[in-house]
């Protein structure tokens, strides 16, 4: 395993911990938490596989055509991680518009999906408790 690969990994889960603390104090940053861990983790996978990407476009991307088109994921990853973004760019962007309670805790349930998913793909290296 890479060390690229594993750095990634050790950002998704500590991003998806600080994404869990957030729901309690604000909902805009929880759901760009949960968001960056999704984002890290499927960095993680591509990295061990030799695959990098300079923008989040092309993370976004490979998650769909390289995992859920390829039928290596079931549909609901790349809807998941696609929701992840739409509520991400509210919670980051959205000016008067904001993430609400029940959409963070959704982001921070489609992160952890998402993380789970990615851990069975090297489950000696990419550890995740899965609560």
Do not use: C
């Not at 760009?32 to 960095?43: E, I, M």
């Amino acid at each position: 395993m890479n060390k690229e690969a594993l750095d990634f990994w050790k950002r998704a889960v500590n991003t998806f911990g600080t994404a869990k603390e957030l729901l309690h104090i604000e909902f805009d940053s929880a759901a760009s938490r949960a968001y960056y861990a999704a984002f890290y983790s499927v960095s993680a996978l591509f990295a061990a596989e030799g695959k990098t990407f300079k923008k989040h476009s092309g993370i976004i991307s490979a998650v769909h055509y390289d995992l859920v088109h390829s039928g290596r994921f079931h549909v609901d990853f790349g809807k998941d991680y696609s929701a992840l973004v739409k509520i991400r760019n509210i919670g980051d962007y959205g000016g008067e518009i904001h993430v609400t309670e029940e959409e963070a805790k959704t982001a921070v349930k489609y992160a952890h999906n998402i993380l789970k998913q990615i851990s069975k793909e090297f489950p000696d290296i990419f550890l995740f408790e899965q609560k």
